[in-house]
């Protein structure tokens, strides 16, 4: 069950090779908001690999945060012709890469995933400082003990 026992609206996965390794970007849409993960794969996947690794990780990949996404497409939530479905699927099959809208919460990740990390290394460069300024007046101590 997703986050707060919400389901979403649109989900799918999409397996590119990116020029070095096969990656697997899953979107899921909900009210107006998306949110992606990227899952990176070292050799090529076969179908069976991937859905099983969605069936067992899903609910513990990392998602970006949501973003709003201004679809002016959004057709109204009727029953679509199985003809005019599978042609859809087909589409979709033959489409390369990922949509705008995924890189776009891609980067967005990205950038919030960079910004914690800096902020992580500072304060673990500044914990390090402290620690070695401590180790320092220590040992000044131990030298004048007046022994």
């Known amino acids: 069950m997703p ?17 070095s390794f096969w ?17 990176v794969f070292g050799s090529e996947p076969k179908d069976y690999e991937v859905l099983d690794y969605l069936q067992k990780h899903y609910y513990s990949l990392e998602f970006s945060t949501p973003i709003s996404v201004s679809d002016r497409s959004r057709k109204s939530s009727r029953n679509v012709n199985p003809k ?3 042609r859809m699927a087909a589409r979709s099959m033959r489409q390369r890469g990922i949509s705008t809208k995924a890189q ?3 980067s967005a990740a990205r950038d ?15 914990e390090a400082d402290n620690h070695r300024r401590m180790l320092k007046i220590q040992k000044r101590k131990l030298k004048h003990r007046g022994h």
């Open 23 to 39: 990656v697997c970007v899953c979107e899921r849409e909900n009210d107006g908001k998306i949110q992606v993960c990227r899952i």
């Open 112 to 126: 919030e995933h960079k910004k914690n990390d800096k902020i992580q290394n500072r304060l673990r460069r500044v």
């Open 104 to 106: 776009l919460a891609l």
């Open 3 to 19: 986050e707060n026992g919400r389901k979403f609206s649109k989900a799918q996965s999409t397996v590119y090779f990116d020029g």
């Open 84 to 86: 005019r479905l599978e």
